[in-house]
């Protein structure tokens, strides 16, 4: 025989269970929401942020870019001052 408690106990989990995945699914929602609205638009700040200006490479700045010193060391692109 089974009892009461026993025959609303997986009833309650699965509603419970279901209602803490819609919270969370809120939540999730309005996170995205507020952090796409704190980037305002602009890009991250860091590391990645910097890119090569002659490769597009996020490994390095153009100062090490091995690249651009080869095409510079053949004339082929020369530097005026910060200027590619």
Request: with cysteine; hydrophobic share 30%; charged share 30%.
């Amino acid at each position: 025989m089974s009892t009461k408690s026993e025959a609303n106990g997986p009833s309650n989990s699965f509603d419970k269970n279901m209602m803490e995945e819609s919270i969370i699914e809120e939540l999730s929602k309005k996170f995205e929401v507020v952090s796409l609205a704190n980037m305002g638009g602009r890009s991250p700040k860091g590391k990645d942020a910097y890119r090569c200006v002659w490769c597009d490479s996020l490994e390095h700045s153009r100062r090490d870019c091995v690249d651009l010193q080869e095409v510079i060391c053949q004339n082929i692109v020369y530097m005026d001052g910060n200027m590619i």
